[in-house]
């Protein structure tokens, strides 16, 4: 009788802990790294907004599993903080993936830590080409900067623009997008009469813009990072009296961020720019996206690009672990990953087989006046693009 009674207790002390581990194992982490104070706060923000949009309209279980996010704020460009954050996450939260990614350096930083530690790695944002050769586990669902930049040289060349002046960002995105253009520009029959880089921290543009203005070329080609920047070259572009002096300004649709359009204001109407996304894309799959962000993240902050990676990393996620039946393996889930097409609120996607890099449609874009605000309205597109150094 009392060996009875102990085995009874025994196989309850066993059971209790299969089902523990059974429900621990029940839950994939997504550790979220990402920009959420400082300049770039934005960045976080959107990315968070647009996954939870995507739980909003898909629910948070999948292959069986509860998806839980963790998120970190590295407070701005810090690679050493990002880093950190990343091995915290992956050693003391035991999360499964790493997502998130606004700017560059910290993408780059936490590139060995997903290798070290198996772990797939979604980038929602970072842009700089090279950032998915630095781990086999990145899988990236924004793009890369020439992939956007090439498309608005062949369109600058074919509509009569001859000489450019181009002004970067000083980091990874910025220089790949001044390479770009030029190679793209004179390839096309255009010439770079010049060229400056300006600060990834605190930029003052106005020295800038003048030398802009000294060199009279016909157009200025502009790669800032989305957000704060923009409004401020905007300004100093307006105040300079640029347009005035005929210099026409074009540029990644990072200038024209959907999240700050409205505060950049009237100066910005006319602007042509290249992108993979605008709010104002007319599709069911945009207004789907447009409704469930306004839902779950209020109607103050309109959803921009970074939104839309948020939301297609969860579909890529969502998409590898119904493949792996749950399993969360970096190698499983970064070979699911491979190949996979979606149906995003920007149009067509394919994450490359080969590069892990997303292949999409870059539209040609006009800031436009419209019923509901100033919006980036697509006029013209170039299908299935590519990083073209790839
Ligand atoms: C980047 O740091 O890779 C980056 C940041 C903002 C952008 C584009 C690229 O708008």
């Given at each position: 009788m009392r060996y009875a009674k102990r085995w009874t207790l025994l196989l309850g002390v066993v059971l209790l802990s299969m089902v523990g581990s059974a429900m621990a194992q029940e839950v994939v982490k997504l550790g979220l790294i990402a920009e959420?104070?400082?300049?770039?706060?934005q960045y976080g923000q959107q990315m968070l907004g647009g996954m939870k949009a995507y739980l909003k309209v898909?629910?948070?279980?999948?292959a069986g599993k509860k998806v839980e996010i963790v998120q970190r704020d590295?407070?701005?460009?810090?690679p050493e903080v990002a880093k950190r954050l990343a091995q915290e996450l992956v050693t003391?939260?035991?999360?499964?993936i790493l997502v998130g990614f606004g700017l560059t350096p910290n993408a780059l930083a936490v590139a060995p830590v997903a290798s070290e530690a198996k772990k797939a790695m979604v980038i929602m944002n970072a842009a700089t080409s090279i950032i998915t050769t630095k781990s086999p586990y990145i899988v990236r669902v924004s793009m890369t900067l020439p992939q956007v930049t090439q498309p608005m040289a062949v369109w600058a060349a074919r509509n009569g623009i001859k000489k450019v002046y181009t002004v970067v960002a000083d980091y990874g995105p910025g220089l790949d997008a001044e390479k770009a253009f030029g190679e793209a520009f004179k390839a096309a029959g255009g010439e770079i009469v010049g060229g400056v880089h300006t600060p990834?921290?605190?930029?003052?543009f106005a020295p800038f813009i003048q030398r802009v203005k000294d060199a009279k070329p016909e157009a200025v080609f502009l790669f800032l990072p989305a957000g704060e920047q923009g409004i401020a070259f905007m300004k100093g572009y307006e105040e300079r009296g640029l347009k005035q002096a005929g210099i026409r300004l074009i540029a990644t649709g990072d200038i024209t961020d959907d999240g700050v359009l409205e505060a950049m204001g009237?100066?910005?109407?006319g602007l042509i720019t290249s992108f993979h996304?605008?709010?104002?894309?007319?599709?069911v799959e945009n207004a789907a996206f447009k409704k469930a962000y306004a839902e779950v993240n209020g109607d103050k902050l309109r959803p921009n690009f970074m939104a839309v990676a948020g939301y297609d990393g969860m579909a890529v996620i969502y998409d590898a672990l119904q493949k792996t039946g749950g399993s969360s393996d970096g190698d499983k889930l970064v070979a699911a990953m491979k190949g996979l097409r979606l149906n995003s609120p920007r149009g067509p996607i394919l994450i490359?087989?080969?590069?892990?890099d997303v292949v999409q449609t870059v539209y040609i874009r006009k800031v436009e006046k419209t019923p509901g605000g100033l919006y980036n309205v697509e006029f013209d597109k170039f299908p299935e693009q590519k990083d073209p150094g790839k």
């Open positions: 959420f104070s400082g300049p770039f706060a898909h629910g948070d279980t999948v590295t407070g701005g460009p810090a003391r939260e035991n999360v499964d990834l921290q605190n930029p003052d009237e100066p910005t109407l996304y605008s709010a104002a894309h007319e599709s490359d087989p080969e590069t892990r």
